[in-house]
Protein backbone atom coordinates (compact mmCIF):
# COMPACT_ATOMS: atom_id res chain seq x y z
CA UNK A 1 0.00 0.00 0.00
CA UNK A 2 1.51 3.45 -0.89
CA UNK A 3 1.54 6.42 1.30
CA UNK A 4 -1.18 7.97 -0.50
CA UNK A 5 -3.35 5.36 -0.14
CA UNK A 6 -2.66 4.72 3.32
CA UNK A 7 -3.41 8.47 3.84
CA UNK A 8 -6.59 8.12 2.16
CA UNK A 9 -7.42 5.17 4.62
CA UNK A 10 -6.61 7.36 7.91
CA UNK A 11 -8.99 10.14 6.40
CA UNK A 12 -11.48 7.66 6.19
CA UNK A 13 -11.63 6.01 9.27
CA UNK A 14 -10.66 8.50 11.41
CA UNK A 15 -13.33 9.36 13.19
CA UNK A 16 -14.22 5.52 13.63
CA UNK A 17 -10.83 5.20 15.40
CA UNK A 18 -11.35 8.57 17.52
CA UNK A 19 -14.41 6.88 18.62
CA UNK A 20 -13.86 3.42 19.80
CA UNK A 21 -11.06 5.26 21.90
CA UNK A 22 -13.06 8.08 23.28
CA UNK A 23 -15.90 5.45 24.10
CA UNK A 24 -13.33 3.12 26.47
CA UNK A 25 -11.16 5.88 27.66
CA UNK A 26 -13.64 8.83 28.23
CA UNK A 27 -10.10 11.44 27.76
CA UNK A 28 -10.64 13.62 24.85
CA UNK A 29 -6.83 14.22 24.67
CA UNK A 30 -5.76 10.53 25.70
CA UNK A 31 -8.36 9.23 22.63
CA UNK A 32 -6.35 11.54 20.62
CA UNK A 33 -3.07 9.90 21.14
CA UNK A 34 -4.32 6.48 20.93
CA UNK A 35 -6.03 7.27 17.64
CA UNK A 36 -2.51 7.88 16.25
CA UNK A 37 -0.75 4.75 17.55
CA UNK A 38 -3.80 2.69 16.33
CA UNK A 39 -2.98 4.45 12.61
CA UNK A 40 1.14 4.14 13.64
CA UNK A 41 0.60 0.65 14.61
CA UNK A 42 -1.79 -0.22 11.39
CA UNK A 43 0.94 1.54 9.36
CA UNK A 44 3.91 -1.16 10.12
CA UNK A 45 1.40 -3.91 10.12
CA UNK A 46 -0.83 -3.14 6.96
CA UNK A 47 0.62 -5.83 4.69
CA UNK A 48 -0.80 -8.41 7.10
CA UNK A 49 -4.88 -7.11 7.09
CA UNK A 50 -6.80 -8.05 3.63
CA UNK A 51 -8.42 -4.74 2.43
CA UNK A 52 -11.97 -6.32 2.45
CA UNK A 53 -11.65 -6.06 6.44
CA UNK A 54 -9.84 -2.82 6.78
CA UNK A 55 -12.57 -1.17 9.02
CA UNK A 56 -13.04 -4.29 11.56
CA UNK A 57 -9.18 -4.40 12.15
CA UNK A 58 -8.53 -0.84 12.57
CA UNK A 59 -11.20 -1.05 15.74
CA UNK A 60 -9.96 -3.90 16.76
CA UNK A 61 -6.45 -2.20 17.26
CA UNK A 62 -7.78 0.80 18.25
CA UNK A 63 -9.78 -0.99 21.10
CA UNK A 64 -6.32 -2.64 21.89
CA UNK A 65 -4.76 -0.36 22.53
CA UNK A 66 -7.22 1.22 24.30
CA UNK A 67 -7.51 -1.33 26.49
CA UNK A 68 -3.83 -1.58 27.01
CA UNK A 69 -3.96 2.00 28.30
CA UNK A 70 -6.39 1.61 31.04
CA UNK A 71 -3.98 -1.61 32.12
CA UNK A 72 -1.05 0.60 32.18
CA UNK A 73 0.20 1.70 35.22
CA UNK A 74 0.75 5.25 34.25
CA UNK A 75 -3.63 5.65 34.11
CA UNK A 76 -4.30 3.64 37.14
CA UNK A 77 -1.44 6.06 39.17
CA UNK A 78 -3.17 9.32 37.32
CA UNK A 79 -7.09 7.86 37.53
CA UNK A 80 -5.94 7.70 41.85
CA UNK A 81 -5.11 11.49 41.63
CA UNK A 82 -7.42 14.17 42.55
CA UNK A 83 -7.93 15.55 39.30
CA UNK A 84 -10.71 13.40 37.41
CA UNK A 85 -9.65 12.17 33.95
CA UNK A 86 -11.67 13.94 31.70
CA UNK A 87 -12.99 16.58 34.28
CA UNK A 88 -15.05 18.47 31.52
CA UNK A 89 -16.97 15.52 30.45
CA UNK A 90 -17.46 14.43 33.95
CA UNK A 91 -18.55 17.78 35.80
CA UNK A 92 -21.05 17.76 32.51
CA UNK A 93 -22.63 14.05 33.11
CA UNK A 94 -22.34 14.07 37.01
CA UNK A 95 -25.12 15.24 39.06
CA UNK A 96 -24.84 16.68 42.62
CA UNK A 97 -26.42 13.79 44.60
CA UNK A 98 -23.71 11.77 42.34
CA UNK A 99 -20.68 13.74 43.59
CA UNK A 100 -22.18 13.46 47.63
CA UNK A 101 -22.41 9.89 47.04
CA UNK A 102 -19.17 9.52 45.56
CA UNK A 103 -17.34 11.73 48.65
CA UNK A 104 -19.64 10.04 50.98
CA UNK A 105 -18.27 6.30 49.35
CA UNK A 106 -14.52 7.99 50.07
CA UNK A 107 -14.88 9.01 53.33
CA UNK A 108 -15.94 5.11 53.98
CA UNK A 109 -13.08 3.93 52.41
CA UNK A 110 -11.13 6.64 54.18
CA UNK A 111 -12.43 5.14 57.65
CA UNK A 112 -11.84 1.34 56.22
CA UNK A 113 -8.17 2.62 55.67
CA UNK A 114 -8.15 4.19 59.23
CA UNK A 115 -9.12 0.64 60.66
CA UNK A 116 -6.25 -1.57 59.55
CA UNK A 117 -3.53 -2.33 62.06
CA UNK A 118 -0.45 -2.04 62.06
CA UNK A 119 1.93 -1.91 60.36
CA UNK A 120 -0.42 -2.02 57.34
CA UNK A 121 -1.84 1.35 59.10
CA UNK A 122 1.15 3.80 57.79
CA UNK A 123 1.80 2.12 54.82
CA UNK A 124 -1.76 2.56 53.33
CA UNK A 125 -2.23 6.11 54.53
CA UNK A 126 1.14 7.30 52.68
CA UNK A 127 -0.06 5.51 49.61
CA UNK A 128 -3.74 5.73 49.24
CA UNK A 129 -4.38 9.39 50.99
CA UNK A 130 -0.87 10.82 50.94
CA UNK A 131 -0.37 9.41 47.39
CA UNK A 132 3.07 8.67 48.08
CA UNK A 133 5.05 5.93 46.20
CA UNK A 134 6.17 2.58 47.46
CA UNK A 135 9.87 3.93 47.16
CA UNK A 136 9.20 7.48 49.48
CA UNK A 137 7.61 5.63 51.78
CA UNK A 138 10.22 3.16 52.17
CA UNK A 139 12.35 5.86 52.96
CA UNK A 140 10.49 7.86 55.30
CA UNK A 141 9.43 4.79 57.71
CA UNK A 142 13.07 3.02 56.99
CA UNK A 143 11.75 -0.06 55.90
CA UNK A 144 12.72 -2.02 52.70
CA UNK A 145 11.06 -1.53 49.55
CA UNK A 146 9.59 -4.96 49.11
CA UNK A 147 8.53 -4.93 52.52
CA UNK A 148 6.50 -1.82 52.18
CA UNK A 149 5.04 -3.51 48.95
CA UNK A 150 4.44 -6.76 50.75
CA UNK A 151 2.99 -4.13 53.36
CA UNK A 152 0.69 -2.41 50.67
CA UNK A 153 -0.44 -5.45 48.94
CA UNK A 154 -1.70 -7.10 52.65
CA UNK A 155 -2.95 -3.82 52.81
CA UNK A 156 -5.30 -3.90 49.56
CA UNK A 157 -6.44 -7.27 50.78
CA UNK A 158 -7.61 -6.84 53.83
CA UNK A 159 -9.28 -3.64 52.28
CA UNK A 160 -11.01 -5.53 49.57
CA UNK A 161 -11.95 -8.59 51.87
CA UNK A 162 -13.56 -5.86 54.38
CA UNK A 163 -15.57 -3.90 51.54
CA UNK A 164 -16.75 -7.02 50.26
CA UNK A 165 -17.99 -8.57 53.79
CA UNK A 166 -20.36 -5.55 53.72
CA UNK A 167 -21.45 -5.20 50.78
CA UNK A 168 -22.82 -8.77 51.29
CA UNK A 169 -24.46 -7.91 54.01
CA UNK A 170 -25.94 -5.07 52.96
Given amino acids: MTNENFNA ?20 HEAQNLT ?14 DQANLKPWLARIATNKAKDYLKSAYYRHTALSDEPVGEDVVSIERSP ?7 EQEQYIRDKIYTLKEPYL ?9 EKSPDEIAVLLGRPKKTVQTQ ?10 MLKGELCDV
Fill in 152 to 161: LYRAKLALQT
Fill in 122 to 130: KVSVMFFLE
Fill in 9 to 28: VVVQYEKLVFTVCYQLVRDY
Fill in 36 to 49: QETFISAYNHIDNC
Fill in 97 to 103: DDITLSK
